[in-house]
């Protein structure tokens, strides 16, 4: 009845069609005319939503025949960069592992969010929100610390998008050291001191080349102190 | 001018500049590495210099990735055959021979071998590009058209997602989401917002640089973390000995043959240098006589699949100047380089900035025999630059993506989407997809959507116009029996065993 098909199978193509529904539904927002041109605004998006849909079945139907069948050995060779092994190998293709991988991706849309809703403002300026956002990092800084060491992929795919969601409020600076230490214990560095010393290097060369140098204003921050501790690099530096 | 003239003024424009000598330098080096060092790839140091390209003139960026192109093809081929680690897809046929190679001791000899080869086959390919690029572009300027160059787009997608992914599907899905993300903005016809979700930052649609850098850059980082890398390696003893001239002159076929095959395979969008590997190490094998010899340590597999890699690169630039159209990811980023100098590649090109053209043509030209010169010389120096820990270079190739994400417009943004586009990247990769495909799809959606429009209007509507233009209805037959003979091939060709490249026994050789 199932073919060669798995339900990994199944919710990749569930995966597409959706997509498909949700991005034709939206397109109705912007369906409107155009005198010069008869297809209107929605024409194009709506032929690639159509073709979508057809790929998707037909990678269902060929999936249903052929299961993991690669078109041919050649492309197979060419494209494959051992990802899909390595994931394999690693059983990270299980439900539970793809739901708590999406949980901790969560984490920088909380920092994103969630602050706003407790002080009740957006405005970037607002001594109450900096507060809430101290707090609402430093509670999701110690749940990242708390799986660092037994999640480390999960981590990993998390931990750029979390740095990035601080870069605003904490500034490049203050947080990037952490940053390069967080990266090479994931990657499975423990010594202290050649961690010490290359976080040193790293961050000494960006300041150098990039402050000192190429003067890319990177961001210094929105809340103190770390506002401050940004502008005073710069302002050594350049 | 003659083309003679004309290289020889871009020599003495690229030599007569000191930045310029730097920048050049740069990218044969910098190509080299990061194509040897495993886990990260030329793609990756491109994704990473692009944005600061906007520091430099156009000439200067397009030289530099150019140059980074040829050498980076060439650099793989060192941890391919010493390590039976391929460097970039292009290279793993290499492994094939070459790691086989190093086991009997010949590991000098193969990586001889890969120099002189890869010199020789980018060199001929430049030559070659120097000729028929101007012409071609010459031609195209009264020829192509908005239906020409749309039909043209439509071919060259036909064919990358036939031959860019793990399954014909996949890489339509692929090409399909790039095109999706290549809608989000403002319409080119009406000026329409679509898919902005009502944030401001979507009007503008999604930037190519963060997407570019999430998934060529970041996503690596994902992958090789999962891999668990650590990137040190117990490196063989190592010199290198250029095969004889008797032993070049004996496999004089095989060089040419490749040099044919690399250069068509090049043209073609699509995975052009690794197309190209695989089809010269092919036909090495289909045209030996002994063909039970692949795979033990051949220095005819080495000899193919090098040669037919390097004379890609020539070739891929010609659709690139010459129509405007990328056919790969790295010259889809050299399309990026020009619209951050507010240029559009393509015939035009040859009559305001010529200068440019010719200046990147003797780069490539010096680059291909700079590898005889630095892989005889830096070989070396670079098997010892392996052994760099991948855990101290991660954080490093981390924070350049940040940097250059925000550089470009100082928004942290930005640098979401980046990681977001990394982590998306990331998942598809490990289910199959193309990440080179979804690119050529984003920077070709743009196009492809304009010059519909343009078409359509010029044909008052009419889709039967096209059968009145021959170069544009030739070009739509050529992609719809791309697209048939792939759906066929994906539902009635028994497909074969999966290879076993990376591990200790090379593929058996097909053919």
């Avoid at chain 2, 190519?208 to 490196?235: C, D, H, M, N």
């Avoid at chain 2, 009145?468 to 697209?483: E, F, K, M, Q």
Wanted: overall charge negative.
């Amino acid at each position: 009845m199932m073919g060669k098909l798995r339900p990994g199978h199944l919710v990749e193509a569930a995966f597409w069609l959706g997509l498909c529904i949700f991005l034709y539904a939206y397109s109705f927002e912007f369906d409107r005319d155009i005198e010069i041109y008869k297809y209107g605004a929605s024409g194009w998006p709506r032929a690639i939503i159509l073709l979508i849909a057809i790929a998707a079945i037909g990678q269902l139907i060929h999936h249903y025949v052929k299961g993991d069948e690669s078109s041919s050995q050649m492309i197979s060779a060419a494209v494959d960069d051992g990802s899909e092994e390595a994931a394999h190998e690693a059983h990270h293709e299980t439900v539970k592992w793809y739901l708590s991988t999406f949980a901790l991706l969560s984490i920088p849309f909380i920092y994103m969010r969630v602050p706003e809703w407790f002080a009740g403002t957006s405005e970037p300026g607002d001594p109450g929100l900096h507060t809430w956002r101290l707090i609402i990092a430093a509670i999701l800084v110690a749940i990242v610390v708390y799986f660092i060491r037994h999640h480390r992929v999960r981590v990993m795919l998390m931990l750029p998008l979390f740095f990035a969601s601080l870069l605003e409020d904490f500034g490049f600076y203050a947080i990037a050291p952490f940053f390069i230490i967080g990266v090479m214990y994931l990657f499975g560095e423990r010594r202290a001191k050649p961690m010490a010393l290359i976080m040193a290097l790293i961050f000494g060369f960006m300041l150098m080349m990039f402050v000192n140098i190429l003067y890319v204003g990177l961001p210094v921050g929105n809340i103190e102190p770390f506002y401050s501790f940004g502008s005073w690099v710069v302002t050594v530096l350049q | 001018m003659n083309a003679f003239d004309n290289f020889l003024q871009g020599t003495v424009t690229l030599f007569s500049d000191p930045i310029n000598i730097l920048i050049f330098l740069g990218g044969v080096i910098g190509g080299m590495l990061f194509g040897a060092i495993p886990g990260v790839s030329m793609l990756t140091l491109a994704a990473i210099l692009l944005p600061f390209t906007a520091h430099l003139s156009a000439e200067q960026g397009i030289m530099l990735f150019s140059v980074m192109y040829c050498t980076g093809v060439y650099g793989g081929a060192i941890t391919a055959i010493l390590f039976n680690i391929p460097g970039a897809p292009e290279n793993a046929p290499t492994a094939f021979d070459g790691y086989p190679m190093t086991k009997n001791g010949q590991a000098g000899k193969a990586v001889g071998a890969a120099v002189m080869c890869s010199a020789l086959g980018g060199v001929v390919s430049t030559i070659i590009m120097m000729a028929a690029t101007a012409p071609i572009a010459d031609w195209a300027i009264s020829a192509f058209g908005p239906p020409e160059i749309f039909a043209l787009v439509f071919f060259g997608l036909a064919v990358a997602a036939s031959v860019g992914a793990k399954t014909f599907w996949k890489g339509w899905l692929s090409i399909l989401i790039g095109l999706m993300i290549a809608v989000v903005g403002l319409d080119p016809v009406g000026g329409i917002e679509r898919y902005d979700f009502d944030m401001p930052y979507l009007l503008a649609g999604i930037h190519f640089i963060p997407t570019i850098l999430g998934f060529f850059a970041v996503s690596e980082i994902f992958v090789q973390a999962e891999k668990k890398v650590r990137g040190s390696y117990e490196a063989p003893k190592l010199s290198v000995d250029f095969p004889s001239l008797s032993e070049l002159i004996a496999h004089k076929f095989a060089v040419i043959r490749s040099i044919v095959i690399g250069f068509f395979c090049g043209i073609l969008p699509g995975i052009g240098a690794t197309l190209a590997a695989f089809m010269g190490y092919n036909e090495a094998v289909r045209w030996s006589k002994n063909k039970e010899e692949f795979g033990k340590g051949k220095l005819e597999g080495v000899i193919s699949s090098e040669t037919a890699n390097n004379a890609a690169t020539g070739a891929a630039m010609i659709p690139l100047l010459a129509l405007g159209l990328p056919g790969g990811a790295l010259t889809a980023m050299m399309v990026g380089v020009f619209q951050m100098h507010d240029m559009q590649p393509g015939p035009l090109v040859f009559l305001t900035s010529a200068d440019l053209v010719w200046v990147v043509f003797a780069a490539m030209f010096f680059a291909n025999c700079s590898i005889l010169l630095i892989g005889f010389l830096e070989t070396k120096t670079i098997i010892n630059l392996l052994r760099i820990p991948f855990q101290f270079l991660a954080p490093l190739i981390l924070l350049l993506a940040t940097v250059g994400a925000y550089a470009v417009r100082g928004l942290t943004i930005d640098i979401i989407v980046m990681f977001l586009a990394g982590v998306v990247g990331f998942f598809l990769r490990r289910s199959g997809y193309s990440i080179a495909g979804i690119v050529l799809g984003l920077i070709l959606g743009k196009i492809g959507e304009q010059t519909f429009a343009q078409a359509m209007q010029m044909l008052h509507f009419e889709f039967s116009g096209f059968f009145d233009r021959p170069i544009a209805l030739g070009l739509l037959i050529a992609g719809v029996l791309t697209l048939g003979g792939s759906i066929y091939g994906a539902f009635f060709k028994k497909s074969a065993a999966p290879p076993t490249t990376g591990s200790d026994t090379p593929p058996p050789a097909s053919g």
